[in-house]
């Protein structure tokens, strides 16, 4: 029987930076990934010849070589990659949009308090105070007990509406809870949008991938793919072996996993007992993939990276009532991060939506696909109420597309209800009730690309090198 001094499970952006932590130290180290290709949650596939991102929109928390305590820069020097490795372009410049409002921010902080000073000059020293205690918090600290983000958000600004735009993106980057969030997960969203910023490699997510993966074989570690975790037997408080979905088993001293909360426990062969909640999470995208001959500019659509928009009075963050809520949502466009002279080959729009689980799992397999279709225009004309007015005909110059919905991300990630954030209540030291098992990744509380390699490497460091 095998055995390593650490078995990962899922070999996502956590599971496989953890891995190359724990290798560098000398760790013999397995990878374990039910799925064919690695990433998880940020991943690719190919269709028709054509390869398409998931799940990475930008990498958030860019900043400048040099900036030593930014995560993006501690990561790459605790991984040992470099950041011309990365190769990452800057957003032009992304947009919050409500009715009658819009607040433009960039890399550039300076440009967002400008927009809030012009569109709400009342809030603006509540806005700056609102920075102050972002500032001043401590979010490396585990154990800080939990505080409504709405209601220090509420003690600073005054106008619901200018609250309601500075949640939209954070929320919808990056909160597993229904229309508010925690005060320290408020302070990591809004430092790696607003205080940092967007970025992305120009290859996009499989270029972090590959950088990933090339570090940790380097460094010594082992990867077993379609080779998923049927079972996590226990022996009182700790795992006795892993037994895999072809009946080997495999024995570690230590297991991290990435696969969530609920999922890690649902795996173990005994009941297990649990102080932190392990509801499943309520909330789920969808999301189109629109594939155009030409760059969006040529149709009006070149100054946006990302639009955050909402129709209503009030923006409400919580589980779709139907299979999509058209009323907010994300728009990306890849094509508008500045690359230099060298574009991307094919125009590409993203828009991403709330979903209702329940729905879409309900659905036959006809049924599904015709209403992937009749969705796929609805979420299309939603978002073009937010851009620039456009000649652009969808269905005759929009040339190829896909679309996700919650039961694709649970049939290729396993997370249960295609719940993308994970479970509402995150587990913030990784802890679980057995001895030496240990999560990494979305329900340990850092999301994001950046998030995520940060999560695993913490994790590594706190409960397998010390």
């Known amino acids: 029987m095998e055995k390593y001094d650490v078995a990962i499970i899922g070999a996502g952006m956590s599971g496989i930076a953890a891995g190359i932590r724990l290798a560098h130290f000398g760790k013999r180290v397995c990878v374990f990934e039910r799925h064919y290709a690695p990433g998880g949650l940020n991943s690719f596939y190919a269709k028709d010849g054509r390869k398409y991102d998931v799940g990475l929109h930008a990498m958030t928390n860019f900043v400048k070589p040099g900036v030593k305590r930014a995560p993006l820069n501690r990561i790459l020097r605790?991984?040992?990659?470099?950041?011309?490795?990365?190769?990452?372009?800057?957003?032009?410049?992304?947009?919050?949009?409500?009715?009658?409002?819009?607040?433009?921010?960039?890399?550039?902080?300076?440009?967002?308090?400008?927009?809030?000073?012009?569109?709400?000059?009342?809030?603006?020293?509540?806005?700056?105070?609102?920075?102050?205690?972002?500032?001043?918090?401590?979010?490396?600290?585990?154990?800080?007990?939990?505080?409504?983000?709405?209601?220090?958000?509420?003690?600073?600004?005054?106008?619901?509406?200018?609250?309601?735009?500075?949640?939209?993106?954070?929320?919808?980057?990056?909160?597993?809870?229904?229309?508010?969030?925690?005060?320290?997960?408020?302070?990591?969203?809004?430092?790696?949008?607003?205080?940092?910023?967007?970025?992305?490699?120009?290859?996009?997510?499989?270029?972090?991938?590959?950088?990933?993966?090339?570090?940790?074989?380097?460094?010594?570690?082992?990867?077993?793919?379609?080779?998923?975790?049927?079972?996590?037997?226990?022996?009182?408080?700790?795992?006795?072996?892993?037994?895999?979905?072809?009946?080997?088993?495999?024995?570690?001293?230590?297991?991290?996993?990435?696969?969530?909360?609920?999922?890690?426990?649902?795996?173990?062969?005994?009941?297990?007992?649990?102080?932190?909640?392990?509801?499943?999470?309520?909330?789920?995208?969808?999301?189109?993939?629109?594939?155009?001959?030409?760059?969006?500019?040529?149709?009006?659509?070149?100054?946006?990276?990302i639009v955050f928009f909402n129709s209503r009075d009030r923006f409400a963050y919580r589980a779709a009532e139907g299979a999509v809520d058209l009323t907010s949502g994300v728009i990306c466009i890849p094509n508008n991060f500045d690359y230099g002279e060298e574009g991307l080959p094919e125009g590409v729009v993203r828009v991403t939506c709330l979903a209702d689980y329940d729905q879409w799992k309900s659905y036959s397999e006809d049924e599904y696909a015709a209403n992937k279709e009749r969705w796929r225009g609805r979420i299309w004309d939603a978002a073009r109420a937010f851009m620039p007015d456009t000649t652009l005909d969808y269905s005759r110059d929009c040339k190829a597309f896909d679309m996700f919905t919650p039961t694709t991300v649970e049939r290729y990630t396993w997370k249960r209800r295609g719940a993308i954030y994970g479970a509402p209540t995150k587990t913030k030291d990784g802890s679980t009730p057995i001895s030496n098992l240990f999560v990494c990744g979305t329900d340990q509380g850092f999301l994001g690309i950046v998030g995520s390699m940060l999560s695993g490497i913490a994790m590594a460091n706190t409960h397998a090198l010390r």
Do not use: H
């Not at 921010?105 to 809030?116: H, I, T, W």
């Not at 609920?262 to 499943?280: F, I, N, R």
């Open 78 to 305: 605790q991984l040992r990659i470099s950041r011309e490795d990365l190769n990452l372009s800057e957003q032009l410049g992304s947009r919050i949009a409500f009715p009658g409002r819009d607040l433009r921010f960039s890399n550039d902080f300076a440009l967002l308090e400008s927009e809030v000073a012009a569109a709400f000059p009342g809030e603006i020293d509540g806005f700056r105070k609102l920075v102050e205690d972002v500032n001043a918090f401590d979010d490396t600290e585990f154990n800080t007990p939990y505080q409504s983000a709405r209601s220090v958000v509420q003690s600073r600004i005054g106008d619901p509406v200018l609250e309601d735009m500075i949640f939209c993106p954070l929320m919808y980057y990056g909160s597993s809870t229904e229309d508010d969030m925690d005060f320290g997960q408020f302070v990591v969203m809004f430092k790696s949008i607003f205080l940092e910023g967007f970025a992305r490699p120009r290859e996009g997510i499989r270029n972090i991938i590959k950088l990933l993966l090339k570090r940790y074989k380097e460094a010594g570690g082992i990867r077993r793919m379609n080779t998923g975790v049927a079972e996590i037997r226990l022996s009182g408080n700790r795992v006795e072996r892993l037994v895999l979905d072809s009946g080997e088993e495999v024995e570690a001293d230590i297991v991290l996993s990435s696969a969530g909360y609920p999922e890690t426990l649902g795996m173990c062969s005994d009941t297990v007992e649990s102080s932190t909640e392990c509801s499943v999470g309520r909330l789920s995208f969808t999301e189109t993939i629109s594939i155009f001959e030409n760059d969006p500019s040529s149709f009006g659509w070149g100054e946006d990276t």
